[in-house]
T-cell receptor, first 112, second 110 residues
Framework: DTAVSQTPKYLVTQMGNDKSIKCEQN?????MYWYKQDSKKFLKIMFS???????INETVPNRFSPKSPDKAHLNLHINSLELGDSAVYFC???????????FGQGTRLTVV | SQQGEEDPQALSIQEGENATMNCSYK?????LQWYRQNSGRGLVHLIL???NEREKHSGRLRVTLDTSKKSSSLLITASRAADTASYFC??????????WGAGTKLIIKP
């Protein structure tokens, strides 16, 4: 079984649309994250969730919102998509904040 | 916020040779981690070294940490084609949030 799975793997959408990326982990971890990796491979933390509570919220546009229905899931909602949102988004989880992280396979988002 | 910086940005070596990558950071840390990312895939954890440790081994991997110089190195011995990937270091800040470098792209030539 895949430890951290995210869907879809590829997402192509038009500017202005609203989209969601789903993430699930079956590791029983207490913390989940969303990262954005740009074209230069630079990773930026977007959100961290610990036991359903948002504990770190980076200065990302409020068009991005994480939603966690339970400890095993952390979905990413993006409203009014812009060209600059095109990137690869990774979900990850860890037992403790800042500990060894397990990553999903990534979602390549392309906004046209 | 602090940011790790890997050096070199790219490294190309022959299979069987050793590969060394370096990481520098700016502020005090609790631990430093190294990850590997194969093309089109997610990151995979390699090693975590704590601030009170100086060296750690895992198979063909050897990581050193010099907190006085705020730097770490990752050595891959007897490289293989499968080691071709990007390698990232990550350090934790005061909130235990991981801050990442831009990575070293390693190419192993057969």
């Amino acid at each position: 079984d895949t430890a951290v799975s995210q869907t879809p793997k590829y997402l192509v959408t038009q500017m202005g649309n609203d989209k969601s990326i789903k993430c699930e982990q079956n590791l029983g971890h207490d913390t989940m994250y969303w990262y954005k990796q740009d074209s230069k491979k630079f990773l930026k933390i977007m959100f961290s969730y610990n036991n359903k509570e948002l504990i770190i919220n980076e200065t990302v546009p409020n068009r991005f919102s994480p939603k966690s229905p339970d400890k095993a899931h952390l979905n990413l909602h993006i409203n009014s998509l812009e060209l600059g949102d095109s990137a690869v988004y990774f979900c990850a989880s860890s037992q403790v904040l800042g500990g060894e992280a397990f990553f999903g396979q990534g979602t390549r988002l392309t906004v046209v | 916020s602090q940011q790790g910086e890997e050096d070199p940005q790219a490294l190309s070596i022959q299979e069987g040779e050793n590969a060394t990558m370096n990481c520098s950071y700016k502020t005090s840390i609790n631990n430093l981690q190294w990850y590997r990312q194969n093309s089109g895939r997610g990151l995979v954890h390699l090693i975590l070294i704590r601030s009170n440790e100086r060296e750690k081994h895992s198979g063909r991997l050897r990581v050193t940490l010099d907190t006085s110089k705020k730097s770490s190195s990752l050595l891959i011995t007897a490289s293989r084609a499968a080691d071709t990937a990007s390698y990232f270091c990550a350090t934790d800040d005061s909130n235990y949030q991981l801050i990442w470098g831009a990575g070293t792209k390693l190419i192993i030539k057969p």
